[in-house]
């Protein structure tokens, strides 16, 4: 069974700061990876898709990278801002679209990040 | 918006209450899910959709009853729900083979009482 594990749970920098978050997973045959943001009591907004393939993907401030044979993976954030205070959701998808279950994202808990002013 | 659109937002019930939590896509995917955030814990996924057929139902108690009548629409009816069922319901989409993920809507927070 898939488990993914999100190290800091929480995480608390000044403004202005770069910051890493990461992400390991337990079964390395993943699909692709992808990284989320959560405002508190709202939905997720997709931040980053990484192929299993690719290596990296980036976005403006944000990078994210996939050792896929290690099962880990890192969000960084350049220059953090307090806009960035969110929780940050990484999630795996097991294989292609095969049938059953194949869809299925598998979740961390998040990293709830606070940048203060 | 996302392309994802969950109503309503906020939802008290009692627990001999009947309601139903809508979603609908307008982004022309063609597999919806029903996923559960409780404080804590992971995002648990429910149910899966894929074209109108049921394909996964992850051990969800019979109190909670998907129904998707068409691609771009999916709900989920809830009956003599508990007070642990209270959580935030996310519903998503996504395209087979698309390299494009999931897209959320922005949830309904249920509360039961």
């Known amino acids: 069974k898939q488990e993914v594990t999100q190290i800091p749970a929480a995480l608390s920098v000044p403004e202005g700061e770069n910051l890493v978050l990461n992400c390991s997973f337990t079964d390395s045959a993943i699909y692709n990876l992808q990284w989320f943001r959560q405002d508190p009591g709202k939905g997720l907004t997709s931040l980053l898709l990484i192929q299993s393939s690719q290596r990296e993907q980036t976005s403006g401030r944000l990078n994210a990278s996939l050792d896929k044979s290690s099962g880990r993976s890192t969000l960084y954030i350049a220059a953090s801002q307090p806009g960035d205070s969110a929780t940050y959701l990484c999630?795996?998808?097991?294989?292609?679209?095969?049938?059953?279950?194949?869809?299925?994202?598998?979740f961390g808990k998040g990293t709830k990040l606070s940048v203060i002013p | 918006e996302t392309g994802v659109t969950q109503t309503p937002r906020h939802l008290v019930m009692g627990m001999t209450n009947k309601k139903s939590l809508k979603c609908e896509q307008h982004l022309g995917h063609n597999a919806m899910y029903w996923y559960k955030q409780s404080a804590k814990k992971p995002l648990e996924l429910m149910f899966v959709?894929?074209?109108?057929?049921?394909?996964e139902n992850n051990s969800v108690p019979s109190r909670f009853s998907p129904e998707c009548p068409n691609s771009s629409h999916l709900f989920l009816h809830l009956h003599t729900l508990q007070p642990e069922d209270s959580a935030l319901y996310l519903c998503a989409s996504s395209q087979e083979a698309s390299p494009r993920g999931y897209t959320f809507g922005s949830g309904t927070r249920l509360t039961v009482v």
């Open positions: 999630a795996v998808s097991l294989g292609a679209y095969s049938g059953a279950g194949s869809y299925q994202l598998t």
């Open positions: 959709y894929s074209l109108e057929e049921r394909v």
